[in-house]
Each structure stands twice: as structure tokens, then as C-alpha cells.
Antibody
Framework: EVQLLESGGGLVQPGGSLRLSCAASGFTFRTYAMSWVRQAPGKGLQWVSTISGATSYSDSVEGRFTISRDDSKNTLYLQMNSLTAEDTAIYYC???????????????WGQGTLVTVSS | QSVLTQPPSVSGAPGQRVAISCTGSSSNIGTGYEVHWYQQFPGTAPKVLIYGNSNRPSGVSDRFSGSKSGTSASLAITGLQAEDEADYFCQSYDSSLSGWVFGGGTKLTVL
């Protein structure tokens, strides 16, 4: 059974940093693209970043967030710097699936970890 | 403002059919990128309901179906049940943004 388990969320002050982790199991982690998707309280879903052979970021986090992975540990990371209140959200890691990059969908999701940016 | 536009809410009585639209543009759905749909219950993670415009993962009821035409897509739910009450999101890829995009979500209420 595919499982994704996020950790590392919490309360951080504006301008601060946080590192999220996502431990994966039940599939061959190194062969799949992995992504972070966030959801602000009461709002919709927003794609944040994806890592496959390359990395890509949404405009709202480019230059502040860094996605990475350790295939030996089956773990995905998101380093978040210069955080603002607009980054407050539940952060989900999600496994990408599909034959073509632009047509990937997110077939498995973790339970999410809450990041709150507030003074 | 989401790149993909969905109605904020739809409703229907048990047994009825409802449809949720997802309108995009020439840089996403209109380019030919596939549309995927997710179902989310309060306090839980989203779950893929339809992928590749019209494909259902195993375990998803055949009461759910997806279609795509031009710059829009649609999720149809037939034989509406109380357990279908949830939020539904569409997703595609946008070439102008070079990233994946979601609709704003639609809350389905079963009357």
C-alpha cells in the first residue's frame, strides 16, 4: 500500500524558515515524480513544486522554496525560506502519475502538515 | 483567482444527476492537456476521482464520469447520494505558467 507521511509543519514567524519532510513507502520512490501541493485554510488547492529529473516551482514560491529528495531514504523535502502569512496552509506531498509530464495527475496524497506563519 | 474556473457550489437531490464544469483557456485545457478531478471531504486529503479526462481509478464508482471539449471539462455525478457531498477540484497543466493548475473547487450539497 502506498503511503506518504508528511512532517515538519508548525508555527513560524514571518521571515522565518521551515523544512518539511515526506516519508514514502509502498512504491519504488526513485522512479516517480513527487510534488508539494498546499491548501490555505478554507481555500482551494495550489500546486507548489515538483521534482522529477528537474525541479519546478510556482511563481509564488520561486526563489524562496527548494524541493529536494533523498531516494536512499525514500523521502521528499521542501525547504521554505522567507515565509509570509500568505504561505499559511496545509502542505500535502503527492505522487505524480501519468505517461507524459504535462499530463501528470496526483494519484496518492499524504495527510498533510499544517504550516502557520504568524507573529 | 484560479486559472481554471469552477462554480463555487452545486446541489442536487438524491438520485439526481449533477455536473460540475471546469473552464480553462488556450494555455491549458485548450492546448490538449488532460484534465483530472479530485474529491475532498472536510479534514481529509484530496483523492483522485477521474484522471486523463475520463478514466476512473479502480474503486471509484461508475456514477462518476468525466469529459472534455475545447477549453472546458466536466465532471458528472449520476444517482446522487448523500455520501457524495464533498468538494471537487479539477486540475490540468498550464504552458504559460509552466506548472500544474487547479480549479477553485466546487462544493457539492446533496439536498
Amino acid at each position: 500500500e502506498v503511503q506518504l507521511l508528511e512532517s515538519g509543519g508548525g508555527l513560524v514567524q514571518p521571515g522565518g524558515s521551515l523544512r518539511l519532510s515526506c516519508a514514502a513507502s509502498g512504491f519504488t520512490f526513485r522512479t516517480y515524480a513527487m510534488s508539494w501541493v498546499r491548501q490555505a485554510p478554507g481555500k482551494g488547492l495550489q500546486w507548489v513544486s515538483t521534482i522529477s529529473g528537474a525541479t519546478s516551482y510556482s511563481d509564488s514560491v520561486e526563489g524562496r522554496f527548494t524541493i529536494s529528495r533523498d531516494d536512499s531514504k525514500n523521502t521528499l523535502y521542501l525547504q521554505m525560506n522567507s515565509l509570509t502569512a500568505e504561505d499559511t496552509a496545509i502542505y500535502y506531498c503527492a505522487k505524480g502519475e501519468g505517461p507524459k509530464r504535462e499530463n501528470w495527475h496526483f494519484d496518492c496524497w499524504g495527510q498533510g502538515t499544517l504550516v502557520t506563519v504568524s507573529s | 483567482q484560479s486559472v481554471l474556473t469552477q462554480p463555487p457550489s452545486v446541489s442536487g437531490a438524491p438520485g439526481q444527476r449533477v455536473a460540475i464544469s471546469c473552464t480553462g483557456s488556450s494555455s491549458n485545457i485548450g492546448t490538449g492537456y488532460e484534465v483530472h478531478w479530485y474529491q475532498q471531504f472536510p479534514g481529509t486529503a484530496p483523492k483522485v476521482l477521474i484522471y486523463g479526462n475520463s478514466n476512473r481509478p479502480s474503486g471509484v464508482s461508475d456514477r462518476f464520469s468525466g469529459s472534455k471539449s475545447g477549453t472546458s471539462a466536466s465532471l458528472a455525478i449520476t444517482g446522487l447520494q448523500a455520501e457524495d457531498e464533498a468538494d471537487y477540484f479539477c486540475q490540468s497543466y498550464d504552458s504559460s505558467l509552466s506548472g500544474w493548475v487547479f480549479g477553485g473547487g466546487t462544493k457539492l450539497t446533496v439536498l
